[in-house]
């Protein structure tokens, strides 16, 4: 059985579901409500307040934490018509939801913040939402279509990938000091990243900070090769990859990224590889979903084995010098891999994954049973558990 990537390139939103191989219409409990954030009130630096909020160290510290998730809302024939994001805090079964265009988006959290952008087909418009506090800022309005964004772990900076509105042309990646009026200039940082036939046409470009947050990951991906960039928050180009045996990036740590092969599919082959040297590590030979940890010895790759109803998790050091086995995944739970490919995230503390329906945090916590499983022994907690 191989899982397809054709649906992560049909358009925003679909990118989770084409890691799993669904397409699924968002089931929502009943404290789900339509919802228009108000604006934050107070000054630019409340904001940097909310992105610096410390993630949780425990496990009781999941209980008010941000999370969310991506959705693609479909009419009778199938079509895309919109995007639905769903958010939340852990703990609380009233989660709040916003229709957006077809052109979406959404990252984070970051600290206490979900950003979201979307496009009008006249403007794009990027806000940070505060979803405990039930208000948002706006970060920017622009004449260029944002694709993508993210936030520095300092606060400081958004990020923008923006293409042309007429001719789709990459514009590069661009940054944007942070402020609560949302008036501050955007300086681009990263030029258009040039063609090249051995990678085929780009189809996406995601963002990704490596595990201490001192570096960006900027990867655009064609049908199945990626190029990767990465850059310091101040702009600077520090390293890349441009290798077309290369795929979709599960992490960045320091000088090494870890990557999928440039498969069509999962299960496929996970490799290290060292920015500087291209010297490289192969972290599993076949590997379905898979995420960065941060544990107490060292960031480990915790990956899918198996397929079907014989999935496990394993641990493995990003030299290979150490694995352990995490155990089987239950029947019906995937592995919640990163952001970037899951379209939902929320922050946990170091050491622990989310064992999901399908791979993601169910948009209605009250009827589904995700789990928390610690990669230093292979416990298991239930999510609703931890969070009560």
């Given at each position: 059985?191989?899982?397809?990537r054709w ?9 989770a579901l084409?890691a799993?191989g669904l ?8 404290g ?10 107070g000054p630019?630096a409340d904001l940097?307040a909310?992105?610096?909020?410390p ?10 934490e941000?999370?969310y998730?991506?959705?693609p809302?479909?009419d009778?024939?199938?079509a895309l018509?919109g995007q639905?994001?769903?958010l939340?805090?852990?703990?609380d079964?009233?989660?709040r939801i ?9 990252a984070g959290?970051f600290?206490?913040?979900v ?5 009008d087909?006249?403007?794009s418009?990027l ?13 920017a309005t ?7 964004a993210?936030i520095?772990?300092?606060g400081?900076?958004?990020?923008e990938m923006?293409?042309?509105?007429a001719?789709r042309?990459?514009l590069g990646?661009?940054r ?6 949302g008036?501050?200039?955007?300086q681009r940082v990263?030029?258009?990243?040039a063609?090249?036939?051995r990678f085929g046409?780009?189809f996406?470009?995601?963002f ?7 570096r960006l990951a ?16 101040d ?6 990859l441009?290798m077309p ?6 992490g960045?740590?320091?000088d ?7 498969c069509?599919?999962?299960p496929c082959?996970?490799?290290?590889t060292?920015l500087w040297?291209?010297d490289?590590?192969v972290?599993?030979p ?6 960065l940890?941060t544990t107490?010895?060292g960031?480990?790759?915790v990956h899918?084995t198996g397929?079907?109803p ?5 641990a ?13 995944l239950?029947?019906?739970?995937r592995?919640e891999?990163?952001p970037?490919?899951?379209d ?8 622990w994954?989310?064992?999901a329906p399908?791979?993601?945090?169910p ?12 990669v230093?022994?292979?416990s ?6 931890a969070?009560?």
């Amino acid at each position: 059985m191989v899982e397809s990537r054709w649906l992560r390139w049909i358009g925003p939103g679909l990118a989770a579901l084409g890691a799993v191989g669904l397409v699924a219409a968002t089931t929502l409990g009943a404290g789900t409500r339509p919802w228009t954030p108000d604006a934050c009130a107070g000054p630019g630096a409340d904001l940097l307040a909310t992105v610096s909020a410390p993630a949780p160290d425990a496990l009781p510290g999941l209980r008010g934490e941000p999370w969310y998730r991506l959705d693609p809302l479909l009419d009778g024939d199938g079509a895309l018509r919109g995007q639905r994001l769903t958010l939340g805090l852990g703990g609380d079964h009233s989660a709040r939801i916003l229709d957006l265009s077809n052109e979406s988006f959404a990252a984070g959290p970051f600290g206490r913040l979900v950003v979201a952008g979307s496009d009008d087909g006249a403007a794009s418009r990027l806000r940070a939402i505060d979803i405990g506090r039930g208000c948002a800022w706006s970060i920017a309005t622009e004449g260029a279509v944002i694709r993508r964004a993210t936030i520095d772990p300092t606060g400081r900076f958004a990020y923008e990938m923006r293409v042309d509105r007429a001719t789709r042309a990459d514009l590069g990646v661009w940054r944007r000091p942070l402020n609560a009026s949302g008036s501050a200039p955007a300086q681009r940082v990263l030029e258009p990243i040039a063609a090249d036939d051995r990678f085929g046409r780009t189809f996406s470009t995601e963002f990704t900070w490596d595990v201490t947050g001192d570096r960006l990951a900027v990867q655009s991906c064609g049908e199945a090769a990626c190029r990767t960039r990465v850059i310091t928050p101040d702009g600077r180009e520090v390293g890349s990859l441009e290798m077309p045996d290369l795929g979709l990036l599960v992490g960045l740590d320091g000088d090494r990224a870890v990557t999928y092969a440039s498969c069509r599919g999962l299960p496929c082959p996970i490799v290290s590889t060292d920015l500087w040297t291209g010297d490289r590590t192969v972290l599993a030979p076949a590997a379905g979903l898979a995420i960065l940890v941060t544990t107490p010895g060292g960031v480990r790759l915790v990956h899918e084995t198996g397929v079907g109803p014989g999935r496990g998790l394993r641990a493995v050091a990003l030299d290979a010098s150490a694995s352990d086995d995490l155990g089987p995944l239950p029947d019906g739970l995937r592995l919640e891999p990163g952001p970037a490919r899951a379209d939902a995230a929320t922050r946990l503390p170091a050491g622990w994954v989310i064992l999901a329906p399908d791979g993601r945090l169910p948009a209605d916590t009250t009827t589904d049973r995700p789990q928390l499983r610690h990669v230093p022994d292979g416990s298991t907690v239930p999510f609703d558990e931890a969070v009560r």
